[in-house]
């Protein structure tokens, strides 16, 4: 089965600009969840999908949105890119709706810069 | 919401036990415990998770004590390769917001 897929894995972006990343979660899985990686800060949770519905969101700005298709396929998007937006962005899937027992498969991430 | 913590850094030798503590004094009733590897470059990787007691797999033991404030890691036998970030999360309940530590630098020297 393959894993998570996530494009593309690198990208420069010059401040002001917008990005889309793009999410392929394992096959079955129907949970995404998107993760900003820095660090100074460690892991942080931007915000997580199910079955197209955002259930939950982390404390970043409206610049960060995403959304998940009908396919699982999820996308997140940065608007007006600043350079405190460089990092590495990973997504993360899994199968089993609720929390308590669920463990998170994770891609290889995004590296952005902005400069 | 539950908050971690755990050691910055470690380093051990090779074929030792390490042990990686994790405190979360906060943790809800309906909380899992659950450890994930990181390379470099890489997203982490699960390891293992436990809800109390012990927990082993074939390549970690999770030890949890009755109270669930803390968890403990268990390495076995450790080799390069095992030098990574270890991660402990637990598991936000019903509210599913995820509390990740802040990581542990776990070094394996030969």
């Known amino acids: 089965k393959a894993g998570v897929t996530q494009t593309p894995r690198y990208l420069i972006k010059t401040r002001g600009q917008q990005v889309t990343l793009s999410c392929s979660p394992i096959?079955?899985?129907?949970?995404v969840s998107w993760y900003q990686q820095t660090p100074g800060q460690g892991l942080q949770f931007l915000f997580e999908?199910?079955?197209?519905?955002?259930?939950n969101k982390g404390n970043f700005p409206g610049r960060f949105s995403g959304r998940q298709f009908s396919n699982s396929r999820s996308e997140m998007n940065v608007s007006t890119l600043e350079l405190g937006d460089s990092a590495l962005y990973l997504c993360?899937?899994?199968?089993?709706?609720?929390?308590?027992?669920?463990?998170?498969?994770f891609g290889a991430g995004t590296r952005l810069s902005v400069l | 919401l539950a908050k971690t913590t755990q050691p910055i850094s470690m380093d051990s030798y090779e074929g030792q036990e390490v042990n990686i503590t994790c405190s979360h004094n906060n943790i809800a009733t309906n909380d899992y415990i659950t450890w994930y590897q990181q390379f470099p470059s890489q997203g982490p990787r699960f390891i293992i998770q436990?809800?109390?007691?012990?927990v082993t797999n074939e390549v970690a033991s999770l030890f949890i004590p009755a109270d669930r404030k803390s968890s403990t890691l268990s390495l076995p036998r450790v080799s390069l390769s095992d030098t990574a970030v270890y991660y402990c999360?637990?598991?936000?309940?019903?509210?599913?917001?995820?509390?990740w530590g802040a990581g542990t630098k776990l070094i394996i020297k030969p």
């Open positions: 993360a899937s899994s199968n089993i709706p609720g929390l308590e027992k669920n463990i998170q498969y």
């Open positions: 999908y199910f079955s197209e519905t955002q259930r």
């Open positions: 999360l637990v598991g936000g309940g019903s509210n599913y917001q995820l509390i």
């Open positions: 096959s079955g899985h129907r949970s």
């Open positions: 436990g809800y109390k007691t012990k």
